[in-house]
């Protein structure tokens, strides 16, 4: 008989030994599966942990005057916008005795008094001066809601000089009044329409993302890569199952132990195939969607991964060897991969040697045949 | 005496096992790392990245305004938008900005909703929008003499108009708002030290010593060594393998864990880590009885153990 013969021999025994592993191998997979998956959504929904600003306490009082609606209406614009919503509180005060009394036992920050006829001051531009009262100027609150109100006072600045400058112009050159009115409204009108919708103008983008897909995708697809490298715990009894009596026969066949290395390959690809499938069940049912292209495109995974359980069967004496190597070089592979942190949290030096391990591309190759990402 | 010569062979038998001195050099290595590395100094200001597909001259004149203001948040240029996400998402900066081409112009011609600026952030951003209100004012301030002139329509006038809006806004004609803080602000540096997880990873090397301590016992059980022993001999026997596969890595964990954090919560929280595995074993013992099965456990165990103390440590 040739070596090819004895070869096809060794493979479909190894077929058939691989064969009574693959009860466990499926109970495995469940148990580990739910583990790793649970595992990824808990740190996917964690790791970027939400930093919430103490807003800053600001209170105001509006002395009485015939503009006072016009100031109201003005407050509660500014009240609704995100950049105030998100830092401070701004709430009004009765007296101005009251609001220095509140500065004083530290319940707001800021004190606001709005004089008598600001709004007709800001049209007229008498400005009548807006006074700010502050307790505290060296905490960072106290310099956010300050950066904050210079933001705002920009916007007037900035509309005020653009408008008075038309209409000095406008009646130094002696234009007809209501030229002098419809230009002033005009103008009046683009720079406070930018303001108002300055919030249009800026497009919020999430980016907690990983490659193409979400964070989730991508903690599930490292734990599916996970998962079945860590199966080499089942398999590593099939890897190392060629005594050295058994080797000693095969050798007298021409078969050595590259032959048993590629055989324990061939043997070890269906049976890592067979317990992705209840992964890809699973997740296709949480995803709504089944890409079944991706039951081909994992094939690539699925060999690399089936390439180094082997390699670390080799390279150990006994099982318990073997299966410490592959948990190591699992931890290391989606460690460096961004399986545990997304590749941008990894320090620069990882960042740099990931290009070259598999564990970034097993990722996306499983991300791609789970999800089409 | 039967106890002590118990105990000394089974010190021995671990300390000989390669697995077990690696455990123990990493542990030492590392606290090593933790005290020598120096201490870094590290700016805690607020970060933002920018990144201008705008090719005008407007962006240069708004980076050079946002420096003239002494904002709080240091805004700064990257040169591309994977360097910004990468930047965001590492957190590094708070958030970012993408300024897309034509923005300025569409800004003044008012159809700056169909060519937005990106902002990217995740939820540990903090203040996205009240950054995005100085970015936004500088912007606005910048682009203002343009579009005065643009919605006047009066060209005949528009060196006379700029100059009249110089001079306003460099006046004190309009409205101002002074700043109100006093300069005193010190958050911007802190020193700190690189976090070496010391005693995180002690705990699990105390729970992979404890795990291997029952399965030599296990392994020498199969071989049949103790076949001539009764149950209590055996129990003693099992709580010695365990207890002296703990006591090496416990005792150095702890001498680690003291000089690390000093005597902190963590060195309590070792020793009732050691009491906790040492029963955990125990109790596994009258579970898996096979060392064949503990050994394909293990690593299960282990990989539960070092998930937990991610997440927990996040």
């Given at each position: 008989m040739s070596r090819f013969s004895y070869?096809?021999?060794?493979?479909?025994?190894?077929?058939?030994?691989?064969?009574?592993?693959?009860?466990?191998?499926?109970?495995?997979?469940?148990?580990?599966?739910?583990?790793?998956?649970?595992?990824?959504?808990?740190?996917?929904?964690?790791?970027?942990?939400?930093?919430?600003?103490?807003?800053?306490?600001?209170?105001?009082?509006?002395?009485?005057?015939?503009?006072?609606?016009?100031?109201?209406?003005?407050?509660?614009?500014?009240?609704?916008?995100?950049?105030?919503?998100?830092?401070?509180s701004i709430f009004p005060v009765n007296t101005i005795e009251d609001g220095y009394r509140m500065l004083e036992q530290g319940e707001i920050l800021f004190f606001i008094i709005v004089p008598e006829d600001f709004f007709t001051g800001l049209m007229d531009s008498t400005n009548t001066p807006l006074e700010v009262v502050v307790q505290d100027t060296s905490t960072i609150s106290s310099y956010v809601a300050n950066e904050l109100f210079l933001s705002y006072a920009n916007y007037l600045t900035t509309a005020q000089a653009a408008i008075y400058s038309v209409i000095d112009t406008l009646r130094a050159h002696e234009f007809d009044e209501d030229f002098v009115s419809q230009t002033d409204m005009k103008v009046n009108l683009v720079f406070t329409e930018r303001v108002i919708n300055k919030d249009s103008y800026i497009q919020t983008v999430d980016a907690t993302g990983e490659g193409n897909g979400t964070l989730i995708q991508h903690y599930l697809s490292a734990a599916v890569m996970l998962v079945l490298l860590l199966l080499a715990v089942i398999l590593m009894p099939f890897i190392q199952g060629h005594n050295s009596g058994v080797t000693k026969v095969l050798k007298t066949h021409k078969i050595n132990?590259?032959?048993?290395?590629?055989?324990?390959?061939?043997?070890?690809?269906?049976?890592?195939?067979?317990?992705?499938?209840?992964?890809?069940?699973?997740?296709?049912?949480?995803?709504?969607?089944?890409?079944?292209?991706?039951?081909?495109?994992?094939?690539?995974?699925?060999?690399?991964?089936?390439?180094?359980?082997?390699?670390?069967?080799?390279?150990?004496?006994?099982?318990?060897?073997?299966?410490?190597?592959?948990?190591?070089?699992?931890?290391?592979?989606?460690?460096?991969?961004?399986?545990?942190?997304?590749?941008?949290?990894?320090?620069?030096?990882?960042?740099k040697i990931s290009a070259f391990l598999p564990g970034e591309y097993l990722i996306k190759l499983f991300g791609h045949s789970l999800f089409g990402l | 005496m039967q106890f002590i010569n118990r105990f000394t062979v089974f010190t021995k038998r671990i300390l000989a096992h390669k697995m077990y001195l690696v455990m123990l050099a990493v542990l030492v290595f590392l606290t090593g790392l933790y005290k020598l590395l120096p201490s870094k100094e590290q700016s805690t200001d607020?970060?933002?990245?920018?990144?201008?597909?705008?090719?005008?001259?407007?962006?240069?004149?708004?980076?050079?305004?946002?420096?003239?203001?002494?904002?709080?948040?240091?805004?700064?240029?990257?040169?591309?938008?994977?360097?910004?996400?990468?930047?965001?998402?590492?957190?590094?900066?708070?958030?970012?900005?993408?300024?897309?081409?034509?923005?300025?112009?569409?800004?003044?011609?008012?159809?700056a909703d169909e060519n937005p600026i990106r902002m990217y952030k995740t939820p540990s951003s903090t203040l996205p929008f009240s950054i995005c209100e100085t970015l936004f004012a500088q912007t606005y301030q910048i682009v203002a003499e343009q579009l005065m002139l643009s919605c006047t329509d009066l060209d005949a006038y528009d060196e006379e108009l700029v100059s009249i809006y110089h001079d306003y806004t460099s006046g004190d004609e309009v409205f101002r708002l002074m700043d109100v803080t006093d300069h005193s602000f010190d958050f911007k540096t802190m020193i700190y030290r690189i976090n070496i997880p010391v005693f995180e990873i002690t705990v699990l090397l105390i729970l992979f010593a404890g795990l291997l301590g029952l399965l030599l016992y296990q392994k020498d059980k199969e071989k049949r060594i103790y076949l001539a022993q009764n149950n209590r001999n055996l129990f003693?026997?099992?709580?010695?393998?365990?207890?002296?596969?703990?006591?090496?890595?416990?005792?150095?964990?702890?001498?680690?864990?003291?000089?690390?954090?000093?005597?902190?919560?963590?060195?309590?929280?070792?020793?009732?880590?050691?009491?906790?595995?040492?029963?955990?074993?125990?109790?596994?013992?009258?579970?898996?009885?096979?060392s064949t099965l503990l050994e394909k456990v293990l690593p299960l165990i282990m990989l539960i153990s070092v998930i937990g103390v991610f997440v927990t440590t996040l």
């Open positions: 070869f096809t021999r060794l493979l479909k025994a190894d077929l058939k030994r691989v064969t009574k592993y693959i009860p466990s191998l499926l109970i495995s997979v469940c148990i580990l599966f739910t583990v790793c998956a649970s595992a990824g959504y808990v740190i996917s929904k964690n790791l970027y942990k939400e930093n919430k600003f103490t807003a800053v306490n600001v209170g105001y009082y509006l002395s009485p005057s015939e503009d006072s609606d016009m100031t109201e209406l003005a407050l509660g614009m500014l009240k609704k916008m995100e950049s105030i919503e998100e830092s401070a132990n590259f032959h048993i290395f590629i055989s324990n390959v061939i043997c070890t690809i269906p049976a890592l195939y067979i317990s992705y499938i209840p992964c890809f069940i699973g997740l296709s049912i949480y995803n709504k969607q089944i890409f079944g292209f991706g039951l081909i495109t994992v094939i690539p995974a699925i060999i690399l991964l089936a390439l180094i359980m082997n390699l670390a069967g080799i390279f150990s004496r006994h099982v318990f060897t073997g299966n410490m190597i592959v948990f190591c070089i699992t931890l290391a592979i989606t460690y460096i991969g961004g399986g545990f942190l997304p590749h941008a949290m990894l320090p620069s030096a990882i960042q | 607020i970060k933002v990245a920018i990144y201008c597909e705008d090719t005008g001259e407007y962006f240069d004149a708004l980076m050079a305004e946002i420096e003239r203001s002494n904002s709080i948040y240091t805004f700064y240029i990257v040169n591309n938008e994977d360097t910004l996400l990468n930047d965001v998402k590492s957190s590094y900066a708070e958030c970012g900005f993408v300024i897309p081409d034509n923005f300025f112009q569409s800004f003044i011609d008012g159809t003693q026997l099992k709580a010695l393998s365990v207890l002296t596969s703990l006591l090496p890595i416990f005792s150095v964990g702890l001498i680690c864990n003291v000089i690390t954090y000093g005597f902190a919560e963590q060195v309590l929280q070792v020793l009732l880590t050691a009491i906790a595995v040492f029963f955990l074993a125990m109790l596994l013992s009258f579970i898996i009885r096979k």
